[in-house]
């Protein structure tokens, strides 16, 4: 029988469902069958289809006289690039980044004596007239180029490109400005600067990541965890849509919350000699463990990139949607 629908989850005290409500929807045997399934990022034939919907979209854009003068460059990100996708979810991202810098100041730092120490000036240009014409350019020449029935500019950040010839999945063209994140280390005296990229949105918010320190401690953990740590995040992902067509959750969190809840878990949780379900149910039950102790600093637990509060007050995601999903996956999971 299938589990019982749930759209709250608010602390420990609700793991009464995970004993109540605790008969799998299959057995052991067809758990460990799916995951050794999921858990496989694409073939190289499918790696080589994805990519290509990003090559020619970036040759495209590279050709363009107006973003060469401006000085941007092409980077790869989001899942795809992290290794993280699962198969048949083929969406790719490339950033346009733009030199211009936005500057974030940590508490303690003057922005003024900042500015000297690393020599920046205003260049006189606003940052909504170079996003506007950074988006406007992109999302003209790609459809002069593709189509404009291919070319969505319609979104908040990105701009979606579709049905590219020869390609699966779709690309996400981020237009972004450089991000220079300023602090003062602990028990030091000089200033010191994290790089990230900053995304002006249609509706004047902004947006602060760090892509390649997301990359890089991913790709660390990956080894630390004995390459498991990737293909638990691409189970857990897969095991989301599972829980829909089986009517535990009705709605989706973000892959990229997935991906982090995963990765708080310790590594030696992830390399214990035993076979899938064991080990995806202990990380599950662990990542759930971590984010609901008592007296829990939010800002404690960072993203990937090791930078910015994982459950800050400008994330599209609460701690407590956190936990509803994990209990809902260990719900899922059953025990057998």
Same mark, same amino acid.
């Given at each position: 029988?299938r589990?019982?629908?749930t759209?709250?989850f608010?602390g420990?005290g609700?793991?009464s469902?995970l #004993?109540?409500?605790n008969e799998?929807v !299959?057995? $052991?045997?067809?758990?460990? /069958?799916?995951?050794?399934?999921?858990?496989?990022?694409e073939?190289?034939t499918?790696?080589? +289809?994805?990519? $290509?919907?990003?090559?020619v979209?970036?040759?495209?854009?590279? +050709?363009n006289?107006?973003?060469?003068?401006?000085?941007? !460059?092409?980077?790869?990100?989001?899942?795809?690039?992290?290794r993280?996708n699962?198969?048949?979810?083929? /969406?790719?991202d490339?950033?346009v980044?733009?030199p211009?810098?936005?500057?974030?100041?940590?508490?303690? %730092? @003057?922005?003024a004596?900042?500015s000297n120490?690393?020599?920046?000036y205003?260049?006189?240009?606003t940052?909504?007239q170079?996003?506007?014409d =950074?988006?406007a350019?992109?999302a +003209?020449?790609?459809k002069s180029s593709?189509g404009?029935?291919?070319?969505d500019?319609?979104?908040?950040?990105?701009i $979606?490109?579709k049905g590219?010839t020869?390609?699966r999945?779709?690309? @996400?063209?981020v237009p972004c400005?450089?991000?220079?994140?300023i602090y003062?280390p602990q028990?030091a005296?000089?200033?010191?600067r994290?790089?990230?990229?900053a &995304?002006?949105?249609l509706d004047?918010?902004?947006?602060?990541?760090?892509?390649?320190?997301?990359?890089?401690?991913g790709r660390?953990?990956r080894t630390?965890t004995?390459?498991?740590?990737?293909r638990i995040?691409?189970?857990?992902k897969r =095991?989301q849509?599972d =829980?829909? #067509?089986?009517g535990? &959750?009705?709605?989706?969190v973000?892959?990229?919350?997935?991906?982090?809840l995963i990765?708080? %878990?310790?590594?030696?949780?992830f390399v =214990?000699?035993e076979d899938r379900? @064991?080990r995806?149910?202990r %990380?599950?039950?662990?990542s759930l463990?971590?984010i609901s102790?008592?007296g829990?600093?939010?800002n404690y637990?960072? #993203?990937i990139?090791g930078?910015?509060?994982l459950?800050?007050?400008?994330?599209a995601w609460?701690? #407590?949607? +956190?936990?509803w999903f994990?209990a809902?996956a260990?719900r899922?999971?059953g025990?057998?």
């Open positions: 029988p589990p019982e629908k759209s709250d608010t420990l609700s793991l469902l #004993e109540s409500l799998s !299959r057995r $052991r045997s067809s758990w460990n /069958d799916r995951f050794t399934h999921w858990e496989k990022a073939s190289t499918e790696t080589i +289809a994805i990519e $290509r919907g990003r090559s979209v970036q040759g495209i854009l590279e +050709a006289q107006s973003l060469r003068s401006e000085g941007v !460059r092409f980077v790869p990100q989001g899942s795809f690039t992290n993280t699962v198969r048949n979810e083929a /969406d790719i490339l950033r980044q733009h211009l810098l936005r500057i974030e100041h940590e508490a303690g %730092v @003057d922005p004596s900042a120490a690393y020599g920046y205003d260049v006189g240009r940052y909504a170079i996003a506007g =950074m988006r350019t992109i +003209a020449e790609l593709l404009k029935s291919y070319v500019d319609s979104g908040k950040k990105a $979606r490109v590219v020869g390609s999945g779709e690309v @996400d063209v400005f450089t991000l220079h994140h003062i028990g005296y000089q200033y010191e994290i790089e990230g990229v &995304i002006f949105g004047g918010s902004w947006t602060l990541n760090y892509p390649d320190q997301h990359i890089a401690n660390l953990k630390t004995n390459h498991q740590f990737k995040v691409r189970i857990v =095991m849509s =829980m829909i #067509e089986h535990v &959750i009705t709605e989706r973000p892959s990229f919350l997935v991906e982090c990765y708080l %878990v310790e590594d030696h949780h =214990m000699n379900y @064991d995806v149910k %990380v599950l039950n662990r463990e971590i102790q008592p829990l600093n939010l637990y960072p #993203e990139n930078i910015k509060p459950f800050g007050i400008k994330q609460t701690v #407590e949607k +956190a936990r994990l809902s260990i899922h999971l025990d057998c």
